[in-house]
C-alpha cells in the first residue's frame, strides 16, 4: 500500500513539474526575459487572423488615393515626372478638383535638370555672360525653365504636406542630411529628460528648401517598425531626429485636418522624472487621446484589403476625366502602386499592399480614434492566465479521463479565443493571445498524453519493445502486468551466452554472398528459437555471433540453468542441421558456447540516434572471452564458476584455471555435460579422472599428471588432454615458481 501511495505521489509530482517547467518557459518569454521565436510567430498569425475577422471592409470616402499607375506611366513616361506636370497635378486638384488637402508618399530631394537650363547656363559660363544685354535675358529664361520653383509655386496658400525619409542608419560616405526638413512637431526642449525610447533617425531625404518652405507642413513616408517576420503592422507617430520630434506623414495631414490642435504626450505619472516609455500611455491630439506603446507607435488600423480608399488615376486629373465628386473636399495622398516603384509591401491584410493606402488607414483610424491599443497590464494578465492554467493543467486535468481532459483543454482554448476576441472588438485592446493558446495546447495534450499513453499503458508499451528481444510468451506476461517494468539501466544478477561459428572465415570464402546468407538465415533462426523456447533475451547478432542473455527484461531465477540448457540445446540444433546443410552442399558448421552468470548492467543503452536493449560488464566480457577459450580446449561450451555454482542439478567438469584476457582475477572454467542425474558411469569416471589431473597438474607433480593424460587420451582423442601434455612438456622445460597456483594466463581473446 506504501508502495503504491509512494508511485501515485511521483506520478503527481511528474504532472505538476510538466506544467511547472513549461510554465517558467513560457512566463520568460511573456515577462521578456527569453522571447520564444516560434511563440513570437504565432502571436503575429493571431494578430493578423483578428484584423482580417473583425476590419469592416467598407470605403472610407473622406480620403482619396491618386496613384501613380501603369496606366499614367504609359502616359506620362517614366518616374520622376517633370516638375511642371507635378505642378499641373497639384493646381488641377486644387483648382479645378476643390480637394481640401494633398499629402505626397514621395519626396523630391534633387533639382530637377532640363536640357534648355543646361544649355543655358553653358552660354552664360562663356564671353556672352558678360554682356548686359545676355545676363537680363538669362534672368527671365531662367524664371522660365525653372520648373522647381513653378512646382514649389503650386503649394502656396494650399494645404499641401510633402514626404520626406528618415534614415535609421548611414554608411561610411553617406551624407547625413539632404534637402530640408519641415519644423518639428515638438522641439526637445519641452522633452528634455524623458527617457521614452522614441525611434531615432541618423539622418534623412528632405524635399528641395523651396519646396518645403512652401508647404504647410511635412511627415516622413519611412515605414522603420518592419515586424521580424517582415510584415508592416505599426507606425509610429513620431520620430526623433536631434533631440526633436518629427510627425509621420498620416499624423501630419490627420492634425492638418483638424485644424492643427496642439499635440503632447499623455504618462501615467504627474512626475516628468519618471516620464519613460512604461510609463507613456497615449498621444494626445487636441481633445483626443491616441493609445501609443513605448516607441510612440500605434497598430495600423487596417479597414479591408486594398481597395477601401476610392483610387484615381494621376492620368486622369491632368486630362479631366476624374470624377469631380470623388475628390471634391477629400484628403488626397499622391502615391505609387505600379509595381515597378517598389511601394508595395506585406501588412496583414495583403502581400502586396500599397504603401500610400497603409497612410490613409492610419490618417482614418487618427481621425475615427479607431487605433487599439496594447494596454501596460497585459503582460501581467498573461503571467496571470498562465499560473491559472498551470494549476488546472497540474491539479485538475490529471484527475480527468481522456476524454474529459481533452474537452476542458479544448474550453479552456475556446474561453481563451472568446475573451481575447471580445477584449480586441469591444474594447479595442490587443492583448496577446499565442502564449495563452499554445501553453494551454502543449501542456495539456502532454498531460493527456502522459496519463494515457504513460500511465494506463506504460506495461504494454514496454511489452511492446521488449517483443524485439524476447519470446512471445514472455510478452504476453509483460502486458499481463504483475511485475515493475523499466528500460533504464539497472544491476542484476544474470547470465549471458554467447555463440560463434568455427571457421566461419572459410565457409564463407567457399560460398557465394546469396548462399552465405541463406546459410546465416537458415543456422539463425533456429538457434533464436532455442534461445527463446529457454527465456532468452536476444542482445544481438554479430555476423555469425549470437548474443543473448537471461535475467531481464523479467526477473529469472533459474537465469543460470536456463541458459546452460539452451547452451547445450543449441549445439545439439547445429548438429541435427549437418544432413540438410550437407543436401544443399553447404559445409558442416560448429559452435563455440561461452556462458557467465553474475551481476552485469541492463538497460536501454546507445546514443541519441540508436538504442539498444543490452547488458554490460565484466560478467558480460567474461561470457565473450569463455566462448573464445572453446578452441583452446577442443570443448563446444564453457561456462563460468559463477554459473555452475548457481546449477547444482548440472554435472560439469572442470577444465582450467585461467585468467583470460582483461581480467587480473584467476577464472575457474567448466563444461557442462548435462543433468547429473542423466550422466552415465563412463562419463562420471571421466569427469573424477580428469579432476585428479589437475589436482596432480596444479601439484606440479608432473609425472602423474602425464601419466593419467596417457590414459585417459588412449581411451579418447581430445584436444582438452594434448593440451595438458604440452604444458608439462613446456613445464619441465622451463619450470613456474614454486608458489605458482596453477592459473594459465590466456593472452588473446
Same mark, same amino acid.
Given at each position: 500500500m506504501a508502495k503504491r501511495a509512494k508511485h501515485r505521489w511521483g506520478r503527481n509530482l511528474t504532472r505538476l513539474?510538466?506544467? #511547472?517547467?513549461?510554465? &517558467?518557459?513560457? #512566463?520568460?518569454?511573456?515577462?521578456?526575459?527569453?522571447?520564444?521565436?516560434?511563440?513570437?510567430?504565432?502571436?503575429?498569425?493571431?494578430?493578423?487572423?483578428r484584423v482580417q475577422l473583425t476590419m469592416p471592409n467598407t470605403v472610407d470616402e473622406r480620403i482619396v488615393i491618386v496613384e501613380i499607375d501603369e496606366a499614367s506611366l504609359s502616359v506620362l513616361g517614366q518616374w520622376p515626372w517633370s516638375r511642371d506636370t507635378l505642378a499641373g497635378i497639384v493646381? *488641377?486638384?486644387f483648382d479645378e478638383y476643390l480637394i481640401h488637402i494633398l499629402g505626397f508618399d514621395v519626396y523630391y530631394v534633387e533639382e530637377e535638370e532640363t536640357s534648355g537650363?543646361?544649355?543655358? %547656363?553653358?552660354?552664360?559660363? +562663356?564671353?556672352?555672360?558678360?554682356?548686359?544685354?545676355?545676363?537680363?535675358?538669362?534672368?527671365r529664361l531662367q524664371m522660365t525653365l525653372d520648373r522647381d520653383t513653378q512646382f514649389a509655386e503650386s503649394f502656396i496658400a494650399r494645404d499641401v504636406v510633402p514626404g520626406f525619409i528618415f534614415k535609421s542608419s548611414l554608411t561610411a560616405d553617406e551624407p547625413e542630411a539632404t534637402g530640408e526638413l519641415p519644423p518639428p512637431l515638438i522641439r526637445g526642449d519641452a522633452i528634455t529628460g524623458w527617457t521614452v525610447p522614441f525611434v531615432d533617425a541618423k539622418g534623412y531625404l528632405g524635399n528641395l528648401s523651396v519646396l518645403q518652405q512652401n508647404a504647410e507642413t511635412g511627415g516622413f513616408v519611412d515605414t522603420p517598425l518592419i515586424d521580424p517576420d517582415g510584415v508592416f503592422r505599426r507606425m509610429p507617430l513620431v520620430q526623433r531626429y536631434r533631440g526633436d520630434l518629427y510627425p509621420t506623414l498620416s499624423l501630419a495631414i490627420a492634425r492638418l485636418y483638424l485644424g492643427?490642435?496642439?499635440?503632447?504626450?499623455? /504618462?501615467? +505619472?504627474?512626475?516628468?522624472?519618471?516620464?519613460?516609455?512604461? %510609463?507613456?500611455?497615449? /498621444?494626445?491630439?487636441?481633445?483626443q487621446d491616441i493609445a501609443v506603446d513605448e516607441k510612440a507607435a500605434v497598430f495600423i488600423p487596417f479597414r479591408g484589403r486594398q481597395g477601401s480608399f476610392n483610387y484615381v488615376s494621376a492620368r486622369s486629373v491632368l486630362d479631366g476625366t476624374a470624377p469631380r465628386d470623388m475628390l471634391e473636399g477629400k484628403i488626397v495622398l499622391f502615391g505609387a502602386t505600379a509595381v515597378g516603384l517598389h511601394d508595395l509591401r506585406p501588412t496583414p491584410v495583403g502581400a502586396r499592399y500599397a504603401g500610400v493606402e497603409a497612410h490613409a488607414n492610419l490618417i482614418a483610424g487618427l481621425l475615427d480614434g479607431t487605433i487599439k491599443q496594447q494596454p501596460a497590464y497585459s503582460t501581467g494578465l498573461e503571467l496571470v492566465v498562465l499560473v491559472v492554467l498551470g494549476l488546472l493543467t497540474g491539479l485538475v486535468l490529471p484527475g480527468l479521463g481522456a476524454l474529459a481532459g481533452l474537452l476542458m483543454v479544448l474550453g479552456i482554448v475556446a474561453v481563451a479565443l472568446a475573451g481575447n476576441l471580445w477584449m480586441w472588438s469591444y474594447l479595442g485592446l490587443v492583448v496577446p493571445l499565442?502564449? +495563452?493558446?499554445?501553453?494551454?495546447?502543449?501542456?495539456?495534450?502532454l498531460q493527456i498524453n502522459y496519463g494515457y499513453f504513460i500511465e494506463s499503458r506504460s506495461k504494454r508499451q514496454l511489452s511492446k519493445v521488449f517483443g524485439q528481444y524476447v519470446p512471445l510468451e514472455i510478452v504476453e506476461e509483460l502486458e499481463g502486468g504483475g511485475a515493475e517494468l523499466s528500460l533504464e539501466g539497472e544491476s542484476r544478477d544474470m547470465s549471458v551466452l554467447f555463440s560463434d561459428i568455427r571457421g566461419f572465415t572459410s565457409i564463407s570464402e567457399k560460398l557465394d554472398p546469396k548462399e552465405l546468407t541463406q546459410l546465416m538465415n537458415e543456422f539463425l533462426t533456429p538457434v533464436t528459437k532455442v534461445i527463446h523456447e529457454h527465456?532468452? +533475451?536476444?542482445?544481438?547478432?554479430? #555476423?555469425?555471433?549470437?548474443?543473448?542473455?537471461? #535475467?531481464?527484461?523479467?526477473?529469472?531465477?533459474?537465469? *543460470?540453468? %536456463?541458459? &546452460?540448457?539452451?547452451?547445450l540445446a543449441l549445439i545439439q540444433k547445429t548438429t541435427d542441421l549437418g544432413e540438410p546443410f550437407k543436401a544443399r552442399g553447404w559445409p558442416p558448421i560448429a559452435v563455440g558456447v561461452g556462458v557467465s552468470s553474475g551481476e552485469m548492467n541492463v538497460g536501454n543503452m546507445g546514443s541519441e540516434f540508436r538504442m539498444a536493449y543490452t547488458v554490460m560488464g565484466d560478467t558480460v566480457n567474461l561470457g565473450s572471452r569463455l566462448e573464445g577459450l572453446t578452441k583452446h580446449y577442443g570443448v563446444q561450451m564453457i561456462v563460468s564458476e559463477g554459473t555452475m555454482r548457481k546449477v547444482p542439478d548440472m554435472a560439469f567438469r572442470e577444465l582450467d584455471l585461467v585468467r583470460v584476457k582483461g581480467k587480473l582475477e584467476p577464472v575457474a572454467i567448466f563444461e557442462p555435460l548435462g543433468l547429473a542425474e542423466g550422466l552415465d558411469e563412463p562419463a562420471r569416471e571421466?569427469?573424477?579422472?580428469?579432476?585428479?589431473?589437475?589436482?596432480?597438474?596444479?601439484?606440479?607433480?608432473?609425472? *602423474?599428471?602425464?601419466?593419467?593424460l596417457v590414459l585417459a587420451a588412449a581411451e579418447k582423442d581430445e584436444l582438452l588432454y594434448n593440451t595438458y601434455l604440452g604444458r608439462i612438456e613446456l613445464f619441465r622445460k622451463d619450470p613456474p615458481p614454486p608458489a605458482w597456483d596453477g592459473v594459465f594466463e590466456h593472452l588473446s581473446k
Open positions: 513539474a510538466i506544467s #511547472g517547467f513549461f510554465l &517558467v518557459i513560457f #512566463g520568460l518569454h511573456v515577462q521578456g526575459s527569453q522571447r520564444l521565436e516560434l511563440i513570437d510567430r504565432v502571436e503575429s498569425y493571431l494578430y493578423d487572423a493646381d *488641377a486638384l537650363k543646361r544649355v543655358l %547656363n553653358d552660354l552664360a559660363a +562663356t564671353a556672352l555672360g558678360d554682356l548686359p544685354e545676355f545676363q537680363a535675358e538669362y534672368r492643427s490642435p496642439t499635440v503632447s504626450f499623455v /504618462f501615467a +505619472t504627474s512626475d516628468p522624472g519618471q516620464y519613460s516609455g512604461l %510609463n507613456l500611455e497615449a /498621444f494626445r491630439l487636441g481633445e499565442a502564449a +495563452t493558446l499554445t501553453y494551454a495546447l502543449l501542456v495539456g495534450l527465456r532468452g +533475451t536476444i542482445d544481438k547478432y554479430m #555476423g555469425d555471433c549470437v548474443m543473448a542473455f537471461w #535475467g531481464a527484461p523479467l526477473e529469472d531465477a533459474d537465469h *543460470a540453468q %536456463n541458459a &546452460v540448457l539452451a547452451g571421466a569427469v573424477a579422472r580428469f579432476s585428479e589431473i589437475l589436482k596432480h597438474y596444479r601439484a606440479q607433480d608432473w609425472d *602423474a599428471a602425464e601419466r593419467l
